[in-house]
């Protein structure tokens, strides 16, 4: 199983970037998606979740400036980050779940630097 996830950067304040985290080895379609950003120091916190039919949560600091996508036939999950603060700034992994088998697997993770 395989989870690649790219689109990390820097870029400054106020600035976008996009995300992207590919799969391979599991039936993507079938797996719940997350992506999830963590710092030193401190633990890994929710970015934003999209489920098996689409559904999606975010966490309370990024909604309404990210947004959380995904293409079943690329077996890609995306995240569209707009309006970047500097407190984005962290390690952004993406996670996969299937609950259904108790299975639940984690990218490498890709770094977001926001400059002020």
């Known amino acids: 199983v395989q989870l690649q996830a790219s689109g990390g950067g820097l870029v400054q304040a106020g600035g976008s970037l996009r995300l992207s985290c590919a799969v391979s080895g599991i039936t993507f379609r079938l797996s719940d998606m997350g992506w999830y950003r963590q710092v030193p120091g401190k633990q890994r916190e929710l970015v934003a979740t999209?489920?098996?039919?689409?559904?999606?949560t975010y966490g309370d600091s990024v909604k309404g400036r990210f947004t959380i996508s995904r293409n079943n036939a690329k077996n890609t999950v995306y995240l569209q980050m707009n309006s970047l603060k500097p407190e984005d700034t962290a390690v952004y992994y993406c996670?996969?779940?299937?609950?259904?088998?108790?299975?639940?697997?984690w990218g490498q993770g890709t770094q977001v630097t926001v400059s002020s």
């Open positions: 996670n996969a779940i299937q609950a259904w088998r108790s299975a639940n697997y």
């Open positions: 999209i489920v098996v039919n689409g559904a999606t």
